[in-house]
């Protein structure tokens, strides 16, 4: 009987049915965003998005984010190509072809994360009663270029999460959330990677708009043009 307890226990730890995860916008992702991602705001533009894999992303996880933000771009009207360097080395030479509009770099990094050993030693003899919890800080680093290298925006989107492990805190917050809370604020299943994900495209889009609408305004200081016609000459050649 004792053997089929931690059998089941490390079933459902394994399952992530006991696993309640709470997001927390940190810094930028806490600011208003004011631009529709479900209207055209790139409209005919050409943007490249480059994913850097690193120690905390690896390349298939950077190759997923961008085919994500590309889908983002692409349902705001612009022509997306996707990148993900290996070795150091990017697949596309802005020099080669039609250059693009926005060069949009993504690198994340792991700010902190925290757990405790004895605790969780606690939740296993506990069969979770008692919860264990882990909590981690993650920054998406954003910086967006023109075709030539310059900085028109940058930013870091900051979040917190707190994973706590452990069936009493999972179903009070199921029960929580099937009866007292609004769809908005529920917390079990993928709540928080909904939402994470709602607040980064936002803050991305407006980041994006925002290099856009700089990009335009740099342009026109730009000298024009000077017309191909010669100014009349008058008078005699000595």
């Known amino acids: 009987m004792r053997d089929a307890g931690w059998v089941l226990l490390c079933g459902a730890l394994l399952s992530g049915c006991v696993t309640t995860t709470v997001y927390q916008p940190l810094s930028a992702l806490q600011r208003p965003a004011i631009v529709d991602p479900q209207l055209a705001n790139f409209e005919g533009m050409r943007l490249l998005v480059r994913c850097v894999p690193g120690d905390y992303i690896e390349a298939s996880d950077a190759d997923l984010l961008c085919r994500k933000v590309g889908s983002l771009f692409r349902n705001q009207g612009a022509r ?3 990148d993900v360097p290996r070795n150091g080395r990017s697949s596309r030479n802005l020099q080669e072809g039609t ?5 949009v770099n993504l690198s994340s990094r792991l700010l902190h994360k925290e757990s ?6 606690l939740t296993v003899l506990t069969l979770t009663i008692v919860p264990a919890y882990t909590e981690y800080s993650v920054a998406q680093d954003v910086t967006i270029r023109d075709s030539s290298g310059f900085l028109l925006a940058s930013d870091s989107l900051k979040a917190r999460f707190i994973e706590y492990f452990g069936a009493g805190v999972w179903g009070v917050n199921w029960v929580l959330d099937a009866v007292v809370r609004p769809p908005e604020e529920e917390i079990t299943g993928d709540a928080a990677a909904k ?3 709602r607040d980064f495209y936002a803050q991305l889009s407006q980041l994006a708009f925002n290099a856009r609408v700089r990009a335009d305004v740099l342009r026109s200081f ?5 017309s ?3 100014p009349r000459q008058t008078g005699a050649v000595p």
Do not use: K
């Open 99 to 103: 250059p693009p509009d926005l060069v």
């Open 80 to 82: 997306v190509e996707t």
């Open 228 to 230: 191909g016609s010669n």
């Open 116 to 121: 405790s050993g004895p605790l969780w030693a």
């Open 195 to 197: 939402d994470f994900s």
């Open 222 to 226: 730009e000298p024009r043009p000077q």
